[in-house]
């Protein structure tokens, strides 16, 4: 894992977008952002049973595994959103990023590779692409039946009760 401000930069969302400025781990979670390094997986069934997580899927993206959708699977997962509930990524190969939302409304990528495991908490701005390979394989950990439905950013979601509570949670 290394976390950085965003360079906001035209160009491909894959590239680094590296501003060369980091962020450090304190900072990620003082906005709910937490990062566990987790070479085996019993370490990530210890924290699913803590966080009262029941369900996990894998998933890869990746033009092999998806075909012609890929391109279009990459950019939907690039448009700022927030969820109901926390979401959990467990790197299992390959790379991406997720970029999540600074108090201050600025861009924080995160890059994370194999045996990264992220919690990002319910209501917070983010958005996920893979980089210049085009290939990650993660675990997808969810609380309950998979409700992380993707809102998109709006005026809708800025007035949503899991973005108000978050936002307490920061301030
Ligand atoms: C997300 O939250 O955008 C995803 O699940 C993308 C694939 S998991 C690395
Ligand atoms: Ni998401």
Redesign the pocket.
């Known amino acids: 894992m290394r976390a950085y401000w965003y360079d906001n930069q035209e160009g491909d969302q894959r590239l680094t977008h590296d501003s060369g400025r980091e962020v450090p781990e304190p900072y990620l979670a003082s906005l709910g952002v937490l990062y566990y390094h987790c070479p085996d997986v019993s370490t990530v069934d210890q924290i699913a049973k803590d966080r009262h997580y029941k369900n996990r899927d894998e ?1 890869t ?1 990746s033009p092999g595994a998806m075909g012609e959708i890929y391109e279009d ?1 990459v950019k939907s ?1 690039f448009h700022e ?1 927030l ?1 109901e509930d926390e ?1 959990i ?1 467990y ?1 299992r190969d390959g790379a ?1 990023y ?1 970029d999540v939302r600074s108090k201050d409304d600025a861009w924080v990528r995160i890059r ?1 590779v194999k045996d990264d495991l992220i919690v ?1 908490p319910a209501g917070i701005y ?3 692409t ?1 980089d210049e390979n085009n290939y ?3 675990v ?1 950990l969810f609380q309950d039946e998979p409700k ?1 439905t ?1 809102l998109n950013r709006g005026p809708d979601t800025d007035v949503n009760i899991h973005r108000k509570s978050y936002l307490q949670t920061t301030a």
Do not use: M, Q, S
Request: charged letters at 25%.
């Open positions: 998933i993206v699977k997962f959103h969820h979401e990524r790197i991406g997720f994370l990002l983010h958005r996920f893979t990650i394989k993660a997808r992380w993707p």
